[in-house]
Structure formats: structure tokens, C-alpha cells
């Protein structure tokens, strides 16, 4: 399991509220990311990061933002939420030689 | 930009049987393919990588092909079990910069009937 962990695992919230996601890793990695996995879509990358305080916009970033402050922990936040929203988020990181290893999940449903 | 094309969405094999799986990508420099296996509420895992300079590479049942000139890369499982029915997701790494991001194709749902 690479030591991923992801909190809170089941969150309903409602429309326009705030939330927050987060990601702790235990094993030191370098690379983190966050991607939400909707039918059809396969996994979209959100935001990544390269080191603490270092990120950067994936692909589907919209509404999205995320902070590091330390090595083992990245956080995603969703400043207000919208039904569009609605998925599971993932957490990973990458291992050796580009491989990547994802967490338990997040199922968020806003309503 | 980036793009990973997955088919079939659906594939239904009865068990004994072998089933494929093909992507294609866009990126020409794409240098890593690895293969997802995702189960009823778990979590994706890796279940088998390639690299641009080898052109195939088996690990007992399964098997994956790249053609990096066509640009697309296959899975193989050969004497399906029951236990093989779950989500397959294959993906490739994007190489503008070394970031380690991967561009996912859209999934294939696999049913081994037994």
C-alpha cells in the first residue's frame, strides 16, 4: 500500500460549502498527486506536487487548490463545492522509477 | 494536448479464454506504460509496466505489447479467472518535463464468466 492513507473516506457535504482532503504518505516520497475518477473518464490528474510548498495544475484543476507543508501530507481543497464535484479522489505517489501508487480513495458526494 | 484512447469499454470472456486490451497515445515522447487493476471499491493497482526501449514483457498470465512507431500498447491475460473480472486502466507518461505524470485511458471493464 506505499504507506498512502487518505482522510475523511466517505464525505457528504452540500453545495457551496468548503472542503478539504487529505493525503498523509509515511515513506519519504518526493512526488504526490491528486486525481478524481468519474465513469467513463478513467483518472484526471487535479494537482501535483514536487516537494514541500512545490505544486503545479493537472489537467481538471478548476475549483480545485492544494497545499503541502510537509513532505508526508497534501492537501486538497475544494473552496466551495459543487455537484459537478461529485467523485472519488485518489491520492498518489511516485515511486521508483515513475511508478505510481495510489491511496484507499475518497468518495465525495455533494449534494 | 496528451491523449490515451482504451478499448474495448466492455469485454466479456467466458473463463480459460484470453482477453486484450489496446491503447493508443498521442504523446510520441510517452517513455512509461503501466497497467491498472481496479476491483468493486478499491483502489487502482499496478499490476504490469513497460518501458519505450523493450517491446514486450510477461509476468505469468499477463503479458504486455508495446509498437512504439503505431503508438499503442496491449494487454494480455491468457486463461482468464474469475478473479481477473475488475477494471483495467492503462496509462502513459507525459514527457515535457520530469514530473511523473501519467495521462489515463478511459477504462475496460472486464467480465470472466465462468
Known amino acids: 500500500d506505499a504507506g498512502i492513507t487518505q482522510s475523511p473516506r466517505h464525505k457528504v457535504t452540500e453545495t457551496g460549502t468548503p472542503v478539504t482532503l487529505r493525503c498523509h504518505q509515511t515513506?519519504?516520497?518526493?512526488?504526490m498527486y491528486w486525481y478524481r475518477q468519474d465513469p467513463g473518464h478513467g483518472l484526471r490528474l487535479i494537482h501535483y506536487s514536487y516537494g514541500v510548498k512545490d505544486t503545479d495544475k493537472g489537467e481538471v484543476s478548476d475549483g480545485y487548490s492544494v497545499s503541502r507543508s510537509k513532505t508526508e501530507d497534501f492537501l486538497l481543497t475544494l473552496e466551495s463545492a459543487t455537484s459537478s464535484q461529485t467523485s472519488v479522489y485518489f491520492c498518489a505517489i511516485r515511486g521508483v522509477a515513475d511508478t505510481q501508487y495510489f491511496g484507499p480513495g475518497t468518495r465525495l458526494t455533494v449534494l | 494536448g496528451e491523449n490515451v484512447e482504451q478499448h474495448p469499454s466492455t469485454l466479456s470472456v467466458q473463463e480459460g479464454d484470453s482477453a486484450v486490451i489496446k491503447c493508443t497515445y498521442s504523446d510520441s515522447a510517452s517513455n512509461y506504460f503501466p497497467w491498472y487493476k481496479q476491483e468493486l471499491g478499491k483502489r487502482p493497482q499496478l499490476i504490469i509496466d513497460?518501458?519505450?526501449?523493450?517491446g514486450e514483457k510477461k509476468d505469468q498470465r499477463i503479458a504486455v505489447t508495446l509498437n512504439k512507431t503505431a503508438k499503442h500498447f496491449s494487454l494480455h491475460i491468457t486463461e482468464t479467472q474469475p478473479e481477473d473480472s475488475a477494471v483495467y486502466f492503462c496509462a502513459a507518461s507525459i514527457r515535457s518535463s520530469n514530473t511523473g505524470k501519467l495521462i489515463f485511458g478511459q477504462g475496460t471493464t472486464l467480465q470472466v464468466k465462468p
Open positions: 515513506e519519504n516520497h518526493r512526488y
Open positions: 513497460i518501458r519505450s526501449n523493450v
